[in-house]
């Protein structure tokens, strides 16, 4: 099985920051981090899972509404006295490159799903190729088409298609006629494990985020991986990976 920090180790410090993957990329066997984009206003690449900041930041309105320098002030709840603040995906390929020299992934999901973001695969496509990086990447997102444009921009890329069930996974990847990996939620495997082989299925589980507490429970990897699930992406990876 393998494992993936689900936009970092976000159980234990504040998702998708330098922090959540300087710890995440420290683990050993690790087979990957998994993070979001969106556009700022100015078209820049931010690394932020809700369309609105208002979540995990002090500000307030749509990611999309803010320029890269104002989101730049905003302050990432961390309960610490150290700012967190929140990264490009230029500043973030920068702290990962020692892990992509270990052959470590990164599952960059676009986050286009619920508002539209024009012209982010061209983007991120562009900078991943120029950065001499698209062979240690995974495009996710849960709109299909958006998948159709990054195979069209790089028939080479790895692909994932995100859905609830595996069932919905499985239509999605096969009505695109890609060789797309299926990212189901975990409680979500609605299909026997005999119509998923050979496929790369990376199940995603939502649990707690910084700062709940862990509830202390303990994946059954072994009754996962019986499923037909091949890698899971987790919040609390510390607890999975080099076991």
Request: aromatic share 6%.
């Amino acid at each position: 099985m393998k494992i993936w920090a689900h936009r970092g180790c976000s159980q234990n410090c504040p998702e998708n920051t330098m922090t959540a993957f300087a710890k995440a990329i420290a683990l050993p066997g690790l087979a990957g981090i998994e993070l979001d984009i969106q556009l700022t206003r100015d078209g820049e690449m931010v690394v932020i899972h809700d369309e609105r900041v208002d979540r995990t930041t002090d500000g307030i309105g749509f990611v999309q509404d803010h320029s890269l320098a104002e989101l730049k002030l905003l302050h990432i709840h961390t309960g610490r006295p150290e700012a967190e603040r929140i990264p490009t995906i230029n500043e973030v390929l920068d702290l990962l490159e020692p892990f992509f020299e270990r052959g470590g992934m990164l599952n960059i999901e676009l986050k286009n799903s619920i508002r539209p973001y024009p012209g982010m695969e061209d983007k991120i496509v562009a900078l991943t190729h120029a950065r001499g990086v698209s062979d240690h990447i995974v495009y996710s997102t849960f709109y299909a088409h958006s998948l159709e444009k990054v195979h069209a921009l790089d028939p080479e890329a790895k692909l994932g298609v995100l859905d609830s069930r595996v069932s919905d996974c499985l239509l999605k990847a096969k009505g695109l006629d890609l060789n797309c990996a299926l990212h189901p939620f975990w409680q979500k495997m609605d299909l026997p494990a005999e119509a998923l082989a050979g496929r790369t299925v990376r199940a995603w589980l939502s649990g707690h985020l910084y700062p709940e507490k862990p509830t202390g429970g303990v994946l059954d990897l072994a009754a996962l991986e019986a499923q037909g699930i091949t890698d899971v992406i987790l919040n609390e990876p510390e607890r999975y990976a080099g076991a």
